[in-house]
């Protein structure tokens, strides 16, 4: 360590050695797994409260599957949509960048619609909660819609494809991470 | 460094087979087999899907090991949380369900 220190001075290294494109792209991960462990003590916490209850009900009895299946598809959708933006910039496609991201947010807006239209029909059936996971993701989405956005205008301003493809990649571990906490809630919650 | 090549795996096929298990997740719970089946089979399924999302939208695969190590952490940690959680569990089950409790468990006196 210290020789490499002394090989670069006093010059901030460029590269992380685990993540070497960025140091953007370690510092994502590392919010992503402490966001990961708070999902996974609400998910715990939901688990010990129903498994230590004598009368849950079935999910699937109380909540539509039909319309969460669809939610669960339309965010995989949306996972395909920014993998393929970050694909056409990486060929320097910046136009078709652009539309994929535009899908992606899109298909972020719908679910976040979807989700609201289902609160407030359990809400009129006299639920009220708050803090768990699914509300949680609720949340996770809707962030990522504004980080797409913005996303979106860095790509547009800088000129050049290359130069956004690193912010690209980041935003794009958030939102595949969104819906891989979708896909945990959507079984645990929804399924099981 | 942004110049390098980036490697872009079949992000369709990855499209398909994440459609096609979250079809199965839905069939397995009509399916006529026992609670704990369907929670084991559910709880393979959502794992098989997260590893997907996690080793090619998300590039794990082409990352470094060390990076590979944080993405896991989490993992671990809530998977732990859950036998922190058992003893507390049983507490309370055994005040709940108190009859079904006493006739799985060994008499202590």
């Known amino acids: ?192 | 460094m942004a110049t390098a090549e980036h490697k872009h795996p079949n992000y369709m096929a990855i499209f398909w087979y994440l459609a096609i298990l979250t079809v199965v997740e839905i069939a397995v719970i009509y399916m006529p087999l026992a609670k704990f089946t369907i929670g084991v089979l559910l709880c393979s399924l959502a794992l098989g899907k997260a590893v997907l999302v996690a080793m090619y939208f998300m590039h794990l695969r082409f990352e470094t090991r060390a990076l590979g190590l944080v993405a896991i952490t989490p993992l671990v940690i809530a998977t732990l949380l859950i036998f922190v959680l058992l003893p507390d569990g049983f507490a309370v089950m055994k005040r709940t369900v108190g009859v079904k409790a006493a006739t799985t468990e060994p008499a202590k006196h």
């Not at chain 1, 919010?31 to 999902?39: C, E, H, N, S, T």
């Not at chain 1, 969460?68 to 694909?87: D, N, Q």
């Not at chain 1, 298909?107 to 699914?134: D, K, M």
């Not at chain 1, 547009?156 to 690209?168: C, G, M």
Request: hydrophobic content about 50%; glycine content about 10%; overall charge neutral.
């Open chain 1, 1 to 192: 360590m210290s020789q490499v220190a002394s090989m670069h001075g006093a010059v901030e290294p460029a590269e992380s050695p685990l993540t070497p494109e960025s140091w953007g792209k370690l510092g994502m991960w590392i919010f992503l797994a402490g966001d990961a462990v708070g999902f996974g003590t609400l998910l715990a916490g939901y688990g010990a409260m129903r498994a230590t209850s004598a009368d849950w009900p079935s999910p699937y009895a109380v909540l539509g599957i039909n319309l969460t299946a669809l939610m669960t598809f339309l965010l995989i959708c949306s996972s395909v949509t920014m993998v393929k933006g970050l694909e056409w910039l990486g060929k320097g496609d910046k136009s078709k960048a652009i539309r994929f991201l535009f899908f992606t947010a899109l298909g972020g807006a719908i679910f976040v619609s979807l989700q609201a239209y289902e609160w407030t029909h359990l809400i009129h059936r006299g639920l009220h909660i708050n803090g768990n996971p699914w509300g949680a993701s609720l949340f996770g989405v809707t962030g990522g819609v504004i980080y797409l956005l913005a996303i979106m205008r860095v790509v547009a301003r800088r000129p050049s494809p290359a130069a956004s493809y690193n912010p690209v990649e980041i935003a794009g571990l958030y939102w595949h991470f969104v819906d891989l906490v979708w896909i945990m809630v959507f079984t645990f919650m929804y399924l099981l």
